[in-house]
């Protein structure tokens, strides 16, 4: 099985609607992260938690929220989607070495 | 804050040559991850160098750092099919701490056969 999960793996939403994607990990690990990959921008950090009661805002947090239910969730929302949120959506953790990544979600918001 | 810079961009090879990827440090670098990832799919860690001057390999993988430089280089051996995707570098922020890393934008690979 792998180490870290996403769902969906793809979804289509419409403007406006709430949407929330979900990680859950298996390696232990107190550091998770949400990062989105856009052609030609590469990966750009969405906000990041070293343990349950630690959120941190990453470089483009604006127009998303989070939250950490245990120390293997970390779940990732759009409160009013909008379609340049249209992205790959990656899951991370890591106990301060190397971050692993989750399959990821590709969203497109219509 | 700190960029990386990968170059090339992209990268088409004929199978069984020796290619090699740069990512250059705006900052001083701290500790260098180098990722793989199949198109549309997640990263799959290659490995981390820390110290300058430091060079690790994975089967026909070297990665080395450049520390004056601010800079890390990914050579590959005799390149095959399964080499391809996109490669892409991370750097730990200042401190010593790679609690949050920064990418580059990635260098695509192809491996013609």
């Known amino acids: 099985d792998a180490d870290v999960t996403q769902t969906p793996r793809n979804r289509i939403t419409k403007t406006g609607k709430r949407i929330m994607l979900e990680c859950s990990q298996t390696k232990g690990h107190d550091r998770m992260y949400w990062y989105r990959q856009d052609p030609g921008l590469g990966l750009r950090l969405i906000y990041y938690?070293?343990?349950?009661?630690?959120?941190n805002k990453g470089e483009i947090s604006d127009g998303y929220s989070v939250s950490r239910q245990a120390q293997a969730k970390f779940s990732l929302s759009l409160e009013s989607a909008i379609p340049n949120q249209t992205a790959l959506y990656f899951c991370a953790t890591s106990d301060g070495g190397e971050q692993y990544f989750g399959p990821g979600t590709r969203l497109t918001v219509t | 804050s700190q960029e990386l810079e990968q170059s090339p961009q992209s990268l088409i090879v004929q199978e069984g040559k020796n290619l090699t990827i740069n990512c250059t440090s705006s900052k001083t670098l701290y500790g260098l991850y180098w990722y793989k990832q199949k198109y549309g799919e997640g990263l799959i860690f290659l490995m981390m160098?820390?110290?300058?001057?430091e060079e690790k390999s994975h089967e026909k993988i070297t990665a080395k750092l450049d520390e004056k430089k601010q800079q890390s280089s990914l050579h590959i051996t005799a390149s095959q099919p399964s080499h391809a995707g996109i490669y892409l570098c991370g750097a730990g922020s200042s401190g010593g701490s790679n609690y949050k890393l920064t990418f580059g934008k990635g260098t695509l690979l192809t491996v013609n056969p």
């Open positions: 938690s070293f343990d349950v009661k630690d959120i």
């Open positions: 160098l820390q110290k300058g001057g």
